[in-house]
């Protein structure tokens, strides 16, 4: 069965607003959850790093007060894309793994965002 | 400079035929290895992982894994056209985080 329930799948939203996008682990407890993009023919890029019960970290080049990060338990991680716009139209992915180096990450569904 | 290179492709094989695909990285500390494969629209689901010198078999896949050169390939054995698909390799570092190649588009043709 999923280990990872990412939803929604599909969303579209005028430019603007805002759009939240959320990650359930449902196989295990995640301190760590990991949130990437990725454009149409290229690779996943990570975006952030999400923590459960502090602030997550965020890679270079990715805006933090743009992407909000929440991972208020130990299941469940959300994205907020704030004040969207035709340029964040791109494929969100989240992944967990279990604690230790050498465990295999489980991605969600993905949520394919588009931005009118 | 990327960090995890893989040829894009496609790499056309008949059905029935071994698909060899090929990734290479930049790290030195990487420790662990990974195949995923991605259908168009979908999220990437794992195939094989590697975490040490040598082949690891799993049905029709094996992964090879050589640090002293940075290169870890994936062989697909008998393949099928459902194994069309873009293949990503994914490595793990410092911070437990994985870096992704581009991914090699693999078309299996009739």
């Known amino acids: 069965g999923a280990v990872v329930s990412q939803h929604p799948s599909r969303v579209i939203c005028k430019s603007g607003t805002s759009v939240k996008i959320e990650c359930r682990s449902l196989d295990f407890q995640a301190t760590t959850m990991f949130w990437y993009r990725q454009f149409p023919k290229q690779s996943l890029m990570l975006m952030a790093t999400s923590n459960e019960g502090s602030k997550a970290t965020y890679e270079q080049g990715v805006e933090k007060d743009k992407f909000l990060i929440n991972h208020a338990s130990l299941t469940l991680s959300t994205l907020t894309v704030t004040s969207a716009h035709p340029e964040d139209s791109s494929f969100y992915i989240c992944?967990?793994?279990?604690?230790?180096?050498?465990?295999?990450?489980?991605f969600g569904q993905g949520t394919r965002l588009t931005v009118v | 400079q990327k960090e995890v290179e893989q040829n894009s492709g496609p790499l056309s094989v008949p059905e029935g035929a071994i698909a060899s695909l090929n990734c290479t990285y930049s790290?030195?500390?990487?420790?662990?290895f990974f195949w995923y494969r991605q259908y168009s629209g979908k999220s990437p689901e794992l195939i094989m992982s590697i975490y040490s010198n040598g082949d690891k078999e799993d049905g029709r896949f094996t992964a090879q894994l050589n640090k002293a050169s940075q290169y870890v390939s994936l062989l697909i054995r008998d393949s099928q056209p459902s194994d069309s698909a873009t293949y990503l390799c994914?490595?793990?570092?410092?911070?437990?985080?994985?870096?992704f190649g581009t991914g090699t588009q693999l078309k299996v043709e009739l």
């Open positions: 994914a490595v793990r570092g410092g911070g437990n985080k994985l870096t």
């Open positions: 992944s967990v793994q279990r604690a230790g180096m050498d465990t295999e990450a489980f």
């Open positions: 790290d030195r500390g990487s420790q662990s």
